[in-house]
Every structure is written in structure tokens, then in C-alpha cells.
């Protein structure tokens, strides 16, 4: 089905699935149900909203964590050709104002979470004119009430939408250097959500675990989830989810690798637990829910060891590969074809090639651009092809498979090139270390580890730094003498980590 706009696809929501469940989440200790109706009626009535506020076409930001108000505010501003801003919920107040006014924003949007952005909002980003709470049930002097706004504004809703036209702009949460704010339009975000077919039955339960403000889950849990026909579950905190798991009951689900990483600590666990023979799949049944088959893993690198460790407790993981600038799936595993190690298979919509070993790619998913970045626009895309900054190649049959990135290359006195990901990838099998980054120490290859302390007390491990030389001196002992780890930092505390759960890079 030729869909090209977020538009086309919530009113094909609607036409196909109507009173199916579209989102459940929880309202204090009940299950709140909206079904797609309700979706399509609720983003008309925002867009309305909009029209009698005079925002329509601007703007406008949403500022909060994976809600059913965040989600029909993003539908009610993109369906009546604004420009949807998501914000990180988590960065400090005057990172939020600045991100703002770079992306002359000029609504807000807010949970109040974070009413504190909104207290200080007037203030230091004067062209914002109007300011939302989604969860305020009255209007104040200030302040307007999301809740109010769809009570008052419900109709029908039209206005015509160009495929080509901006849709988001998403600030890249960025492991070095200034975030950037990627555009993206609407045939961007629609082409990488349809397709790929992965023939996930209509009602399928998922439940959505990543920050909405990421595109990752934008994309592929809430897009895709719409176009699909899935139920979606709203996780409500990450210090809930095993909880939550039993209550939604989802068959599948999006992660980054380190959630895959603890989850597997927990399945690891729950067998120590149990009684002997008990099958891992009964375990994992508990543990998680009862009904969870799919995990699609993103974001991140994951070791592919985690798709045959999953595997023995009856889940099947989907490793993809992409980034916020192709909207983001450049690739995909599925379940009929998967190739171990690779990052899957080249999306549908996208090709690519290798320039200086760096990944090139091109398709309908790349971005428009930097929104008033030219010259950082200009160095990322070539005649259309975006430049990944990753190295990797593409085998004969079109899977992908990612060696590292090339800012963070290594290059050694003697002219040899060394990944640090390849490194990293390597040692982080080793149960000993939960955290590490490799990177060049003043001409040598450096190592700083966070070691898993639960598994080195459990183990009677008493002397940490010895344990870990001896890590580092097993490994040296298989590698080249220019891949050798020379220099070991064990460090206390857990690194200092983007949004996206990934280590930043100094």
C-alpha cells in the first residue's frame, strides 16, 4: 500500500482496524484501552486545537516520557503540517531552553515531569507564545490544558500533506560533540516504517520501552506499531517493567542492547533459582511475562551470542542497524532471514556502498538535513548518499555488518588502524565486566573497564584489578601485537552515558 504520510497512515489505521485496541496503558492501578478510532479522532481534535490557537504549520515541541497524550499531540501537529520537536525528558532545564529556540519552537507541550521547563520557559524562549500541560484537567492564565483543548475542539480535520514536506526534528543525543537536529519528513518516516513487511499479525501486544523522544521507538513502535495493527502497551517506568511484562503480556518488543544484557542477567538469575531441570522456556515465561516470542534489538551493538542465549529460553532477537539521520532502520534481521553477526538485511527502500571503508547509504529514510546546520549537512550527505560515519561492508546478498566507527579509530604510530569497538566487542563477553572503552593513550591502547561487581562478589573475587589484568593478558595473548591492550583503568562507577544508553566518548 502506497503510503507516503503520517497522515495516510493513522487514517488507514482507522479504516482498518477501528475498534481494535490501539494503546493500553495505566491510569493508577486500571488499564486505560484507546482504540483506533479514538487515535484518529483524538490527533484531528489537537489539530483543530491548533488551527484556533494559531499554531497550525509551526513549531511546536513535546517535552515528556511515552504517553497518550505525547503520542496524539506528535499525530495532532504533524497531520496538520507542523513540525513535531520531541525533546528529551531527561536533560536539564537550560539544555531544553537552548534546544528550543534553536528549533524556533514556538508551543510547548509538556508533562509536568518537567514543570520546571515550563515555570522558565516565558523567559528564556520568548517566541513561545503558548504552553500545554497534559496532564493539568483546567486552563490557567498560563497554561492550557491538553485535556481541555480535545473536549473543545473535537470534528472532523483536513489539510493536505506533501510526503517531501518537514514532519520532526529530532536532536541527535550525539556520544561526542554539539547535538544536531535531524529533519526528517513525512516520507522519511513513513517509508521506513511500511517498508519492510514482518509479517506481524494484526492485534499482535507490544509494549514500548524506549524514550518516545528517540526515533527508534517513534519509528518502529509507534508508526509501524500503528500502520501494523498492533496493540501497543505503554511501559510507565523502566524501574517497572518485569512488573509491567506480567500485566501486558506483550509477544514483542524494541530494545537497546544494554536492556538485553540486564534482561538476560535476570533470565541468567531466575535459572539459579529454580528448581533443577526446570525448562528455560517455562523460566523465561515467569520472568517475562508469558508470552514474549520477539525482541528487536537497536540503538547499539549488540554480540550476537545474546541471539543464541535468548534463543534457549524460546525468544528469537532481530538485530538491526540505523541511525536518527535515515529515519533511523538502514537494516534488519528477520526471523526467516538472518544472517548471525550481521546487523540484517539492507531495508527495502535503501542501498548502500563502501567508500574508503566507510558505509555510504541512500534511499527514501535519509534525512533532509541539519535544520540551520549547512555545514555539517553538507559533510554528512553527498549526492544523497549519507555518510555513516561507520565502517563496515555489505556481503552479496545485502546484509550489512558494522567493524566500528571511524571517528573513534585508533591509528597507531606504526600506520595500523585499530577499532576500538572491535575491542570493546570482544572483552565485554567476559562476565567480569559489565562497562568498558577502549581508546589511544599516548601512542598505546588503553583500556577502562567498570567491572561487574554483583558477579566478582558471588564469584569470591577479592582483588578486582588482578582479575581484570588477567582478562586483559588472555586476550592480548590471542590477538596481533598491534591490537594489544597495554595499559588497564578500573574505574568505580558506571560511565557517564547519553540518553540512549550509550558510553560517551571524551
Not at 473543545?152 to 483536513?158: A, S, T
Request: proline letters at 3%; glycine letters at 6%; a negative charge.
Amino acid at each position: 500500500m502506497e503510503l507516503h504520510t503520517l497522515q495516510e497512515i493513522i487514517r488507514h489505521g482507522v479504516e482498518t482496524y477501528g475498534d481494535q485496541a490501539a494503546f493500553r496503558y495505566k491510569v493508577k492501578k486500571s488499564i486505560e484501552e484507546k482504540t483506533y478510532t479514538q487515535v484518529y479522532k483524538d490527533s484531528m481534535a489537537f489539530s483543530r486545537a491548533l488551527e484556533v490557537l494559531g499554531k497550525q504549520g509551526k513549531h511546536i515541541a513535546l517535552l515528556g516520557t511515552t504517553t497518550y497524550a505525547w503520542i496524539i499531540s506528535y499525530f495532532g501537529t504533524t497531520n496538520s503540517a507542523g513540525t513535531a520537536v520531541p525533546i528529551d525528558a531527561q536533560l536539564p532545564a537550560e539544555a531544553i531552553w537552548e534546544l528550543l529556540n534553536r528549533a524556533d519552537v514556538e508551543m510547548l507541550v509538556y508533562d509536568e515531569i518537567r514543570a520546571d521547563v515550563a515555570a522558565g520557559v516565558r523567559e528564556h524562549c520568548p517566541q513561545i507564545s503558548c504552553v500545554v500541560s497534559m496532564q493539568a484537567e483546567q486552563d490557567s492564565d498560563v497554561v492550557l490544558s491538553f485535556n481541555q483543548l480535545l473536549q473543545n475542539n473535537q470534528g472532523n480535520f483536513f489539510t493536505q500533506i506533501q510526503p517531501d514536506q518537514l514532519c520532526t526534528i529530532l536532536f541527535t543525543s550525539g556520544t561526542t560533540g554539539k547535538s544536531k537536529g535531524v529533519m526528517l519528513s513525512h516520507r522519511n518516516l513513513a517509508d521506513n516504517a511500511i517498508s519492510q513487511d514482518m509479517k506481524i499479525p494484526a492485534g499482535t501486544v507490544s509494549m514500548t520501552l524506549l524514550p518516545i523522544n528517540h526515533v527508534y521507538c517513534l519509528t518502529m513502535d509507534i508508526i509501524k506499531g500503528l500502520y501494523t495493527g498492533i496493540t501497543i502497551c505503554i511501559n510507565d517506568s523502566i524501574m517497572r517493567v518485569q512488573k509491567n511484562l506480567t500485566i501486558f503480556q506483550p509477544e514483542i518488543i524494541l530494545l537497546v542492547p544494554m536492556i538485553i544484557e540486564s534482561l538476560y542477567a535476570k533470565l541468567r538469575e531466575a535459572v539459579n533459582q529454580a528448581p533443577e531441570n526446570t525448562p528455560k522456556e517455562m523460566i523465561a515465561r515467569t520472568a517475562l511475562g508469558g508470552r514474549l516470542k520477539t525482541i528487536c534489538s537497536g540503538g547499539a551493538y549488540l554480540d550476537p551470542e545474546y541471539v543464541d542465549r535468548f534463543k534457549e529460553f524460546g525468544i528469537t532477537i532481530l538485530q538491526g542497524y540505523g541511525m536518527t539521520e535515515c529515519s533511523p532502520v538502514i537494516s534488519s534481521n528477520l526471523e526467516w532471514a538472518n544472517k548471525k553477526g550481521s546487523v540484517g538485511k539492507l531495508m527495502p527502500n535503501c542501498q548502500a556502498k563502501v567508500v574508503d571503508d566507510e558505509l555510504w547509504v541512500k534511499g527514501s529514510s535519509v534525512m533532509l538535513g541539519y535544520y540551520k546546520m549547512p555545514q555539517e549537512t553538507a559533510e554528512t550527505l553527498e549526492d544523497g548518499w549519507l555518510k555513516t560515519g561507520d565502517l563496515g561492508y555489505v556481503d552479496e546478498e545485502n546484509y550489512v555488518y558494522i567493524t566500528g566507527r571511524k571517528k573513534n579509530l585508533i591509528i597507531l604510530a606504526n600506520g595500523e588502524n585499530v577499532s576500538p569497538e572491535e575491542l570493546e566487542n570482544h572483552l565485554n563477553r567476559d562476565e567480569r565486566i559489565k562497562e568498558i572503552l577502549v581508546r589511544d593513550k599516548n601512542g598505546v591502547i588503553e583500556a577502562e573497564i567498570f567491572p561487574d561487581m554483583e558477579y566478582a562478589q558471588k564469584a569470591g573475587i577479592s582483588n578486582i584489578q588482578e582479575e581484570l589484568q588477567k582478562v586483559i593478558d588472555e586476550f592480548n595473548a590471542a590477538m596481533p601485537v598491534y591490537k594489544r591492550i597495554h595499559h588497564l583503568v578500573v574505574r568505580d562507577s558506571e560511565f557517564v552515558k547519553t540518553t540512549a544508553k550509550k558510553i560517551k566518548r571524551f
